[in-house]
């Protein structure tokens, strides 16, 4: 009879219907009789059964973990009590193999071994993401972004594509990657920032998805050394609009993420315990936040009480939002431990219009402030980084050739993606991960 081909995810709505059906054992089990194979192909799992010649015929056909294949057969509900994903099964009457992976030494379940030396499994990374975990993550991952440009379609916001390759620095020098260009002195990104502020003038309200690059030397749960950084610019806002606009883009976008029929149950599987975000989020400035851990008697990086001028490093950054344990706009950062580009504030010119966003179990999860709108300023702000100002005559001509108040924001993506599926680290939300000493798969 004919068979209808489908996707597994089709195939669970196909209940009584022939279907053909191709991907990947992810599972294997037999009996005396009967055969369990439970299918993948990324849109979901399939169980599927073989019974009497087709038993026999896989005692001699040795299937084998991985191995693709095509299957013919029957769609069946599962009775009351019976579970398998889509409550189907598929009565199989036929079946060929397309590739059958190695048994033995070389079994897939050898190359990625459980419990296997992390550094091992990273070798094995284009294998290891056929694992359930990581693959929910990356479908996650994908309805993050999703999500995220349905939000900027939403609030009208244009998406832009700026260069990797730059001959200026965003976020200080100690972590810019270097690259010899045709003989010149060129950087990998740190941040598409600069870029998106040169197109206000002209497509309005902005935003990019595209790599950055850090080199961060030292290994910490939270730092890679190439991520996706979302980031957005738009005109005449005050830092209150900036503020509420972010407000509105995490509560939307992670409402969005758990309606989504495939990623919302991934978040409950792989983060039961998640609460989404409310509006309004706390706001604490910095001088409220240096109080707050010393009164909890959280050290700085020297052992010592926290001063004015601190940098609240990662331990006790993630220390206090975990006992807050609400996401936390932690606002107005001192002017001297913060980019050239920052606004100061009016009622306070020692510290700056910014925003660390802090979510649980991971911290900071972005980054953003106004920026200086006055040329003056922006050289002094060049001068006390020791900046050539003289690259950036296409960044400072934005100043010059019609000023506007203006403020954006940068959000990493493997980070949002660590608290939103409670991953240790965002080693676990990227598909091949890049920090020191890792540039391979
Ligand atoms: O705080 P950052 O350095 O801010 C900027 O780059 C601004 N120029 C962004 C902007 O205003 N357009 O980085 C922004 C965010 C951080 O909050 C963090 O989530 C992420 O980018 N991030 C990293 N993620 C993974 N690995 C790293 N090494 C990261 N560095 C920053
Ligand atoms: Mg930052």
Redesign the pocket.
């Known amino acids: 009879p004919e068979a209808r081909k489908v996707k597994i995810s089709q195939a669970h709505g196909a209940a009584d219907e022939r279907v053909k059906v191709s991907g990947w054992i992810h599972r294997l089990r037999s009996n005396k009789s009967l055969v369990f194979v439970v299918l993948r192909d990324g849109s979901g799992f399939l169980q599927a059964i073989l019974s009497g010649d087709l038993a026999l015929a896989y005692q001699t056909s040795t299937l084998t973990l991985e191995s693709t294949v095509t299957l013919y057969g029957t769609v069946k509900k599962l009775p009351e009590g019976k579970t398998a994903p889509g409550g189907v099964e598929l009565v199989v009457d036929y079946y060929e193999i397309i590739g059958l992976a190695p048994a033995g030494e070389d079994a897939f379940t050898n190359k990625v071994a459980e419990g296997a030396d992390p550094s091992l499994l990273l070798d094995q990374r284009h294998l290891a993401l056929r694992g359930e975990t990581l693959s929910a993550v990356m479908k996650v991952r994908g309805a993050l972004l999703k999500s995220i440009r349905r939000f900027y379609d939403e609030e009208q916001l244009t998406e832009v594509s700026v260069p990797s390759m730059v001959q200026t620095q ?2 200080g020098g100690s972590t810019l990657f270097h690259l010899n260009y045709y003989g010149e002195e060129a950087y990998l990104t ?2 598409s ?1 600069l870029y ?1 502020e040169t197109v206000l003038a002209s497509l309005g309200d902005v935003f990019c998805i595209m790599e ?1 690059f ?1 080199a ?1 030397k030292s290994h910490t749960r ?4 190439e ?1 996706t ?1 979302i ?1 957005a610019e738009l005109s005449f806002l005050t830092f209150e609009d900036l503020l509420v606009h972010l407000e509105k883009l995490f509560t939307r976008t992670i409402k969005y993420v758990l309606e989504d029929p495939v990623a919302g149950p991934l978040v409950k599987q792989l983060n039961p315990g998640f609460k989404a975000p409310e509006m309004p989020f706390l706001r604490m400035t910095y001088r409220d936040a240096l109080v707050w851990l010393n009164e909890h008697r959280i050290k700085n990086e020297e052992g010592e009480e926290f001063k004015f001028g601190d940098d609240i490093a990662e331990a006790a950054e993630r220390k206090m939002t975990d006992t807050i344990g609400v996401p936390i706009f932690l606002i107005r950062f001192p002017v001297a431990i913060k980019s050239f580009y920052m606004k100061r504030c009016d009622d306070d010119p020692e510290v700056t219009e910014s925003v ?1 966003v802090l979510m649980p179990n991971v911290g ?6 106004m920026r200086i709108d006055q040329i003056d300023e922006l050289m002094a702000g060049f001068k006390r980084e020791g900046i050539d100002p003289s690259l950036y005559y296409w960044y400072t001509d934005q100043r010059i050739y019609g000023t506007c108040p203006h403020g ?5 993506t ?2 949002i993606l660590a608290w939103l599926c409670d991953r240790f680290t ?1 080693r676990d939300c990227s598909l091949y991960p890049r920090f020191s000493g890792r540039c391979k798969p």
């Open positions: 965003v976020e740190q941040s920032q998106l950055s850090r961060e939270r730092h890679l050394s991520y950084h980031e660390d900071e999860i972005t980054g953003g402030s954006g924001y940068g959000i990493g493997e980070r965002v």
